[in-house]
């Protein structure tokens, strides 16, 4: 980790002992004055994959929840349309240009650079226990014959989190199981936890994937309430990306239906399983009586692949319409967020850090360029940021001229966007192609590039700027 460049972070954990509400759960709960913080990630969930955004066949019940007693974010974007960029996004709340990450990671060379300064960073020098569980797909998750992690490229550790669990992110062995659709039912066999990997005799071993994620959540949420610090647990799922395979009982008969494929089977299925861990999640929070100070955000990492839900959405995984990066987004912390809004502001995974160290009273370095901005005044019920104080915002990601749905990638295609409020402005290696106005043609039905030759000329311009800007090297 890069501390010296943390120096300046200087922040005092303070510790209340609370009695639990009348009518919360029995006995003694202690709480932190900074809030604990859960970021729920999922893998290829599209922006109407929930109920609560209007899944017309998925039952999300225990996230419908979170957004109920929170708020739920209509207008919130991946950093990228795959994954690897938008994870780096999240944990820097910096652009994945700005490290050279272009595209999603083969598991051969590629992560994210140590000296990145990350959430986990920032968080465990003030006083946080942080822990990563599930997908991590940035690099360093490659084990020698003895099943020690080689230390050739950085890992969790590295980026800041005190405690992990993931798969091994080796080839041949992912691609492997991935092709015999068993990296869900068999995930449990190929698990990394604390750079050893996991041995037969261990709890985990034997446990589908989202099973073993989300009960290793639980059980670090009950090591770190007993330590009376405030803990930062990012939770990505590897729900709903492929291979799609059937979910445990009761998911399984729960989500049949007719006239429906069997891949569709499996992927709602697997989703309703996860929506079930998240529940119990939550119920643990209940049972702890730490679930009015704990911040829990839940959001996706791209758009819909193949079986996932996009409405009316233009695109999907791969492409840089709306529909591939417009996701869900829901946040609840019944401390400081009033329950039951609905904001259709715009929000983006850079502003992950920034919101989560606001809520904690982390200062951040001076010297620490971020390309987010906190969410967390206008998720108290204050106004959104205005565009002039947001200003442009892009993405880029290499061309994928195959798009990861069951219909062809529309033309032409894009490897840029920049985006200044309601105007989107697609590009193909800084040449734009498209312009549309996303809040009268959200569904990027009516290009207007011809009709607006000065704001085309001005977003290019912004665009080159950015495509030309220094790079932090690997």
Not at 14 to 33: K, N
Not at 287 to 307: K, Y
Not at 375 to 404: C, E, I, M, N
């Amino acid at each position: 980790m890069n501390r010296s460049r943390l120096g300046c972070v200087r922040t005092t954990v303070t510790c209340l002992v609370l009695l639990s509400a009348l009518f919360g759960s029995v006995g003694m709960a202690h709480a932190s004055e900074k809030p604990n913080i859960i970021l729920l990630l999922a893998d290829d969930l599209g922006y109407g994959d929930l109920s609560c955004f209007g899944s017309p066949a998925v039952k999300t019940p225990h996230l419908d929840r979170l957004a109920s007693e929170g708020a739920r974010l209509t207008r919130f974007y991946a950093g990228s349309a795959v994954c690897s960029p938008t994870r780096a996004s999240v944990l820097t709340g910096r652009y994945p240009l700005r490290f050279g990450i272009t595209k999603h990671f083969n598991d051969v060379n590629r992560w994210l650079p140590e000296s990145a300064t990350t959430v986990a960073e920032l968080l465990s020098d003030a006083g946080y226990n942080t822990a990563h569980v599930g997908k991590w797909h940035l690099g360093g998750l490659h084990v020698d014959e003895q099943g020690r992690r080689l230390d050739n490229q950085p890992g969790p550790r590295q980026h800041g989190f005190q405690f992990y669990q993931t798969q091994i992110e080796q080839q041949p062995l992912r691609g492997r199981m991935g092709r015999e659709r068993t990296l869900f039912r068999q995930g449990g066999t190929v698990l990394l936890r604390n750079d050893l990997r996991v041995g037969e005799d261990d709890t985990y071993h034997s446990k589908h994937l989202t099973d073993a994620n989300g009960d290793y959540a639980m059980e670090l949420i009950e090591k770190f309430s007993a330590d009376q610090k405030p803990f930062f647990i990012n939770l990505w799922w590897l729900v709903p990306h492929k291979p799609y395979e059937p979910a445990p009982e009761p998911h399984w008969s729960a989500t049949a239906a007719d006239g429906i494929s069997d891949d569709q089977h499996r992927f709602r299925s697997m989703i309703e399983h996860m929506d079930a861990k998240v529940g119990l999640l939550l119920a643990k929070l209940d049972e702890l009586g730490i679930a009015d100070n704990t911040l829990v955000l839940f959001t996706s990492d791209n758009g819909a692949a193949f079986e996932g839900y996009l409405g009316e959405l233009k695109g999907g995984k791969t492409d840089l319409h709306d529909g591939g990066i417009r996701v869900p987004m829901v946040v609840r912390w019944p401390a400081a967020i009033p329950a039951g809004q609905t904001s259709d502001a715009f929000g983006h995974t850079n502003d992950l850090l920034p919101t989560f160290c606001d809520a904690a009273g982390v200062e951040l370095p001076s010297e620490l360029p971020l390309d987010g901005m906190s969410l967390l005044p206008h998720l108290k019920g204050g106004p959104a940021p205005s565009v002039d104080a947001r200003g442009t915002v892009f993405w880029q990601l290499d061309l994928y001229k195959h798009l990861q749905r069951h219909y062809p990638k529309l033309k032409p295609f894009a490897t840029e966007v920049a985006m200044r409020g309601k105007w989107k402005l697609l590009a193909l290696r800084g040449q734009p192609v498209e312009l549309f106005d996303v809040e009268a043609d959200p569904n990027e039905q009516r290009n207007v590039i011809d009709d607006h030759p000065d704001l085309v000329a001005s977003l290019t311009d912004q665009l080159e700027q950015w495509l030309n800007a220094p790079r932090t090297p690997k």
